[in-house]
T-cell receptor
Framework: DSGVTQTPKHLITATGQRVTLRCSPRSGDLSVYWYQQSLDQGLQFLIHYYNGEERAKGNILERFSAQQFPDLHSELNLSSLELGDSALYFC??????????FGEGSWLTVV | QQQVKQSPQSLIVQKGGISIINCAYE??????FPWYQQFPGKGPALLIA?????SEKKEGRFTISFNKSAKQFSLHIMDSQPGDSATYFC??????????FGKGTTLSVSS
């Protein structure tokens, strides 16, 4: 158990809808990262938050957004969903160093 | 994003054999090179990591070899076991930044 908690574990939704994925980082970790994993693209970095502030953006679509709250939990919002957004979404957290710990992921299926 | 290139995409090794996975990176500012192991339905878990000031690090049956001048690093799994069958990802980053991942290697160890 990495200590990173993600909910929900699975969700199925229709095209055009909006969903919110939630993440609780490891106790004390200030950094939260979101990654998308699909079969053909591997693990793609989406966005990084540190102590409530956005630090870096990766391959995140404009339809996607994230935030980190004062209690350090984070949410990834995915809107106007398309079939191609079906993927496993991981949250990861770290302290101030390099090592990053991943949650178990949220599996999103868009139908 | 700076790339991390990983090969091979898939690997089949007999039980007791040596599994070797290679990665190459571009950004010379990277100072941390981990390998993650992922089982189906699970999040990536840190396996072993190395920093560029050493050329090799060994933990049990797992060894990272690092060649700074060639900007390459590799994972060696000695005495491979069926339980090692998983997807392995190399990655790289600087402290406080997102990990950039290779595309992964699916390892199958046949008994």
């Amino acid at each position: 158990d990495s200590g990173v908690t993600q909910t929900p574990k699975h969700l199925i939704t229709a095209t055009g809808q909006r969903v919110t994925l939630r993440c609780s980082p490891r106790s004390g970790d200030l950094s939260v990262y979101w990654y998308q994993q699909s079969l053909d693209q591997g693990l793609q970095f989406l966005i990084h938050y540190y102590n409530g502030e956005e630090r870096a953006k990766g391959n995140i679509l404009e339809r996607f957004s994230a935030q980190q709250f004062p209690d350090l939990h984070s949410e990834l919002n995915l809107s106007s969903l398309e079939l191609g957004d079906s993927a496993l979404y991981f949250c990861a957290s770290s302290a101030s160093g390099n090592t990053i710990y991943f949650g178990e992921g949220s599996w999103l299926t868009v139908v | 994003q700076q790339q991390v290139k990983q090969s091979p995409q898939s690997l089949i090794v007999q039980k007791g054999g040596i599994s070797i996975i290679n990665c190459a990176y571009e950004n010379t500012a990277f100072d941390y090179f981990p390998w993650y192991q992922q089982f189906p339905g699970k999040g990536p878990a840190l396996l072993i990591a190395i920093r560029p000031d050493v050329s090799e690090k060994k933990e049990g049956r797992f060894t990272i070899s690092f060649n700074k001048s060639a900007k390459q690093f590799s994972l060696h799994i000695m005495d491979s076991q069926p339980g090692d069958s998983a997807t392995y990802f190399c990655a790289a980053n600087q402290a406080g930044t997102a990990l950039i991942f290779g595309k992964g290697t699916t390892l199958s160890v046949s008994s």
